[in-house]
Nanobody, 117 residues
């Protein structure tokens, strides 16, 4: 029973930066991957960035060069540093954890990111 808590969302002007954090607590074991997803109104949820077995394996093409995913194993935390934000980055950002050979998926509650023009 893992719980994920996200923070760091907010409103920022285009070109600005935000750093999201996601901390896992509870029955933490056999973690395979942690990731950031986002979902804009009327759009399908999409993968933003993911760390699988300690290796960054995925970035969405739309965020390459602007976003960076990182991890702090001691704190069971991942971060998403978002630079050069664009209005099209506006979405609810969700933390995801995959556990036990991928048989368990846990989602955070989401944090709103709004980028103004």
């Amino acid at each position: 029973q893992v719980q994920l808590v996200e923070s760091g969302g907010g409103l920022v002007q285009a070109g600005g930066s935000l750093r999201l954090s996601c901390t896992a607590s509870g029955n933490i074991f056999s973690i395979n991957a942690m990731a950031w997803y986002r979902q804009a109104p009327g759009k399908q949820r999409e993968l933003v960035a993911r760390v699988t077995n300690g290796v960054i394996t995925n970035y969405a093409d739309s965020v390459k060069g602007r976003f960076t995913i990182s991890r702090d194993n001691a704190k069971n935390t991942i971060y998403l540093q978002m630079n050069s934000l664009k209005p099209e980055d506006t979405a609810v950002y969700y933390c995801n954890l995959r556990q036990d050979r991928g048989t368990i998926n846990v989602w955070g509650q989401g944090t709103q990111v709004t980028v103004s023009s």
